[in-house]
């Protein structure tokens, strides 16, 4: 199959690059020169483990290349895979559709042969539709045809979910189009790695968003079940592990800490409500989902606040941890940038490290000093938070760390570190949904009861 991928972004690059590793013929068009003639250096513009090195091989291989010239990309193209950006439309939340639009557009102008378009691009329910409409207007004697392909990749773990997913989700209205979809997708289904699930176009379109708002919903949860252990007593960790051996709940997305981020979550939980709305079916539970979760960001720096005694002006607090999850980038919606604007707003100084995050951070935050390593960001400082849960935060020698720092506190916002363990090396501890200190912790009497 020769296939095109309109967009070299996190969506387009991947997934290019496993189709190519699949043995398709896989073009990958992007109107930003610059980010091709580094693609063709084999320098990925993000950062994904094992990306570089797939990109390299299907290269090499000749399966899979890079152009600025969509006539060319799109030239007897069997599909072509529409992976262009779908911000947030500034105003009202909705997806900004535009670069799909003028994608479909251009393909249109373009096609040489009945191609199947493919809208991988996080879109709205209905959005299939539009793009029929412009590939009609434009080519009406195409014969093209549109399906819904939505990704499912977590970022750091993006190459392992294309290769080895839970499921496949296409929508499509026509036959010929399944079956081309269907061989795209062969390669899975020779070692049963995944069903391939068809649907209508729509039907597609909503499986995306319902799937991330509800995972949204399950980290908001278990965060605000988080604040009502820390209240009464219990562990968030074990209440975790004790809902999530239910089978109908499952333990995955049960992890308290400060907030989702990132550019899926925050984006399409706010584009399902505008959907919804517009259709007068308002999700209050999303809606609410959304609310508390911008709410925590900013209230888990005043957590660290609080846990300095209530005023840290003029100290200085270390920030290990500023992209939105590990083994990415990534700093969009990064609680990181609302803990760090609640410390400053406090008048704290902050010092902060990430290992693959400080180019994006540095034009996002300032007033920060940037450190080169974990220690190097301990040092001195007056308390430590664990924002993100980087493999290299996980093996930190606690007692070099209490050596080190003004004052050995630590906020960890992951719960990596058990009390009795940072106890023993003489650092004070404070996680997320743990019961306080014997001393400070609340009982509840009889009478409350």
């Known amino acids: 199959m020769k296939i095109t991928m309109i967009g070299t972004g996190y969506v387009g690059l991947v997934s290019g690059a496993c189709f190519s590793d699949f043995g398709h013929d896989v073009v990958c068009v992007d109107k930003d020169a610059r980010k091709i003639d580094l693609l063709h250096e ?14 390299s091989s299907n290269v090499k291989a000749g399966r899979l290349s890079f152009t600025t010239d969509l006539v060319k990309g ?152 988080a604040d009502l252990c820390e209240q009464v007593g219990a562990d968030v960790q074990e209440v975790a592990r004790g809902i999530g051996s239910d089978g109908r709940i499952g333990g995955k997305f049960l992890h308290a800490g400060p907030g989702y981020g990132g550019s899926c979550f925050p984006k399409d939980t706010l584009a399902l409500m505008k959907t919804a709305a517009d259709n007068e079916t308002p999700l209050r539970i999303v809606e609410a989902t959304v609310q508390v979760n911008d709410a925590r960001k900013r209230a888990m720096g005043r957590k660290v606040i609080r846990a300095m005694g209530g005023e840290v002006r003029g100290k200085t607090v270390g920030v290990l941890g500023l992209t939105f999850k590990p083994n990415t980038d990534d700093m969009r919606d990064a609680p990181s940038v609302a803990v760090i604007a609640a410390l400053q707003d406090a008048g704290a100084k902050v010092r902060a490290y990430d290992p693959e995050g400080l180019e994006q951070a540095r034009p996002m935050l300032t007033d920060v000093e940037f450190a080169e390593g974990p220690y190097e960001t301990a040092e001195g400082v007056d308390a430590l938070v664990i924002v993100t849960e980087w493999d290299e935060f996980r093996a930190l020698n606690l007692d070099r760390l209490a050596k080190i720092m003004t004052k050995p506190l630590v906020v960890d916002l992951r719960n990596i570190y058990p009390r009795a363990e940072a106890e023993r090396a003489g650092i004070e501890l404070h996680s997320i949904g743990k019961p306080r200190n014997d001393k400070t912790m609340p009982r509840l009497t009889a009478e409350a009861i």
Do not use: W
Not at 42 to 55: C, F, R, S, T
Not at 211 to 221: E, G, H, P, S
């Open 74 to 225: 799109v030239r007897d193209a069997d599909a072509v895979f529409i992976a262009v950006g779908t911000p947030s439309r500034r105003g009202d939340g909705h997806a900004d559709l535009s670069y799909v639009f003028a994608a479909a557009r251009e393909i249109a102008e373009n096609l040489t042969k009945p191609t199947v378009i493919v809208t991988k691009s996080t879109v709205p329910v209905g959005t299939g539709d539009e793009v029929e409409r412009i590939i009609a207007e434009v080519a009406p004697q195409s014969g093209a045809k549109v399906v819904s392909n939505p990704e499912f990749l977590r970022e750091g773990a993006a190459i392992e979910d294309f290769k080895r997913p839970d499921r496949v989700v296409v929508g499509c209205e026509d036959a010929g189009a399944e079956e081309v979809m269907a061989a795209i997708y062969r390669p899975l289904s020779l070692n049963q790695a995944a069903p391939v699930m068809f649907t209508g176009r729509r039907t597609a379109e909503l499986i995306k968003y319902a799937a991330n708002a509800f995972l949204a919903v399950k980290i908001t949860f278990i965060n605000e079940i």
């Open 42 to 55: 084999n320098v990925m513009p993000i950062y994904e483990p094992g990306l570089a090195e797939l990109v």
